[in-house]
């Protein structure tokens, strides 16, 4: 008598949007409602992920099972393999179940998203599992909304920016664009203040911290920042 073999779970990636919950697709809405199991990052301390307070608008207390995954903040390439094999391992067992699981993520899946490193990592160790994306709105188009900026129209060049310590890298990717999005910049703020205002578009540029959502912060005039803190989940928006 031949074993019955499991038919694996599907791995869905679920991009939900910038931060206001009413800015999920359909689409990713029925896979919350229909997966077996929701996956989403989780804070050490405590404290609600951004994924995970966009998603409980939707998922009733005890509705479903629910995966909090830690990722380290490092850029040690051992350790951040350790970890993404820790996180498939976990992720794995269900889907050996036959059991569908929806991982979520602000934002879009597949821009600057931990859910490229986790798919990655799933396809690698276990290519037989079907992987899906559900596209989602990314914080630089709902800046552009809560800003009432045209990120970009005809021929115009536009670009995301992940931004960095590396001034005349900075200052180039001004240059060669008519409308830049910085992101990760709540780190090298003073520099890109620096930066704007010796080009002369200190300006025509804004800072959204957690946009869309109701703990949204808005600055029109970033020379307010020089010297400031900010939120690890702020974008900068330069529109010449």
């Known amino acids: 008598m031949t074993a019955t073999t499991v038919k694996l779970g599907t791995l869905y990636g679920l991009g939900v949007g910038p931060g206001d919950p009413e800015l999920i697709t359909v689409k990713a809405f029925r896979i919350l409602k229909e997966a077996d199991v929701i996956a989403y990052p989780k804070k050490r301390m405590g404290s609600k992920s951004y994924a995970h307070q966009i998603m409980e608008t939707y998922i009733q207390p005890g509705e479903k099972e629910l995966l909090g995954l830690v990722f380290p903040m490092t850029k040690d390439a051992d350790t951040l393999q350790a970890s993404w094999e820790k996180t498939v391992a976990t992720i794995w067992e269900p889907l050996s179940q036959g059991r569908d699981v929806a991982f979520v993520t602000e934002g879009d899946p597949n821009l ?54 590396d001034r005349e890298s900075m200052k180039q990717a001004v240059e060669s664009h008519d409308t830049v999005v910085f992101i990760k910049v709540a780190k090298v703020m003073d520099l890109m203040i620096d930066v704007l205002t010796e080009l002369g578009l200190d300006r025509n540029a804004s800072v959204v911290t957690k946009v869309t959502s109701g703990e949204e912060q808005v600055w029109l005039d970033i020379h307010e920042l020089k010297g400031q803190e900010l939120n690890y989940l702020s974008l900068l928006v330069v529109r010449k």
């Open 112 to 165: 600057y998203s931990t859910w490229i490193h986790m798919a990655r990592t799933m396809k690698s160790l276990h290519p037989d599992v079907e992987i899906h994306s559900v596209p989602g709105i990314s914080s630089a188009l709902g800046a552009a909304a809560r800003l009432g900026l045209h990120l970009a129209d005809g021929d115009e060049h536009f670009a995301i920016i992940p931004a960095t310590d």
